[in-house]
């Protein structure tokens, strides 16, 4: 991160000064409980975003689970049949594969995907969950 500020409580990491957050520690295994089937697609995901995108770093809150870059991409939710994740782009997707979409600007869409199956983790999606890591913090 270039500029970046740290929470002095919980030590998170933000483009922002003073960025409004929660400072709650939340493990990362909480989210999985009796979710396996979940995890393991939470883990393909993480797997697929650091080969094929780059370093990521997780950060497990009580809502959900953050991927961060230089700024939070992405979010996870853990289902018992699948995970839910979202991610912002700065142009429409034409798809059908996403189950919701809102446009937060001009330029900025965020999209959510429910997944149930590790096929579903294409190249397709790792390419918008890419564009979404490299906005730089929009």
Not at 2 to 25: G, L, M
Not at 98 to 114: C, E, G, I, P, V
Not at 127 to 133: C, D, K, L, N, R
């Amino acid at each position: 991160m270039d500029q970046t500020w740290q929470c002095p409580k919980c030590k998170r990491e933000f483009a922002k000064k003073n960025q409004q957050h929660s400072c709650v520690v939340y493990p990362l295994a909480k989210h999985f409980e009796n979710k396996p089937y979940a995890k393991e697609l939470f883990q393909h995901l993480q797997k697929r975003i650091r080969a094929s995108i780059g370093p990521v770093k997780v950060e497990s809150l009580p809502c959900c689970i953050h991927f961060v870059s230089s700024y939070t991409f992405g979010g996870v939710w853990a289902m018992k049949d699948g995970i839910r994740i979202d991610f912002r782009v700065d142009h429409p997707i034409k798809s059908r594969r996403h189950f919701k979409k809102l446009r937060m600007s001009a330029n900025r869409y965020l999209y959510y995907f429910d997944i149930k199956e590790k096929e579903e983790i294409s190249r397709e999606l790792i390419g918008w969950i890419g564009e979404s890591y490299h906005l730089h913090g929009g």
